[in-house]
């Protein structure tokens, strides 16, 4: 990503968070806590060789030696948001296969994409669009007392809560 479109993005979750805190739900995404832009090929040539040794599974590896291809024909940068972290999360994906790819309970699958939903249209409302939305950039939180600023139970669904990320 270009300095200015990485900027750009910063910006956007930025906005997105501070402005649905409060709102009929809880903020619809992470916050960002810090932001990094690496615009030289030392920089981002020593950042991805040092996440090298930390790849376990073949698809890390088939994926980094892609990016390593790419990197070195076509000249891009790197760009790194530092998030909250979200405890108790998982992506939504996870929630609705488990490890031996079975799915989970019907109902609350739906709950979920219900309030995944309801928080897409919030950023609709707020002038924003998702250019890459689906279950694996949706989180889903576990949350024990989730009450609006308006007192009622209305940003979450049987204990659970979900957050939008990767605006990019």
Request: charged share 30%.
């Amino acid at each position: 990503a270009s300095k200015k479109d990485f900027e750009k993005e910063v910006k956007i979750q930025n906005d997105i968070y501070i402005k649905t805190q409060g709102v009929n739900l809880s903020p619809l995404c992470p916050a960002v806590l810090d932001s990094y832009h690496l615009d030289t090929d030392e920089e981002c040539k020593r950042l991805l060789y040092d996440c090298k040794p930390k790849l376990t599974t073949q698809d890390e590896k088939d994926l980094f030696q892609n990016i390593i291809n790419n990197f070195v024909r076509s000249n891009f940068t790197i760009g790194l948001q530092v998030m909250e972290y979200i405890e108790n999360s998982k992506t939504l994906a996870s929630y609705i296969y488990d490890e031996r790819n079975k799915k989970i309970d019907t109902e609350l699958t739906k709950d979920l994409y219900t309030l995944a939903f309801f928080k897409l249209k919030t950023l609709h409302s707020l002038g924003y669009r998702h250019n890459d939305l689906h279950s694996s950039n949706v989180l889903v939180k576990k949350t024990d007392n989730c009450v609006c600023s308006i007192g009622k139970s209305c940003c979450c669904f049987d204990g659970y809560d979900v957050l939008i990320i990767d605006f990019g």
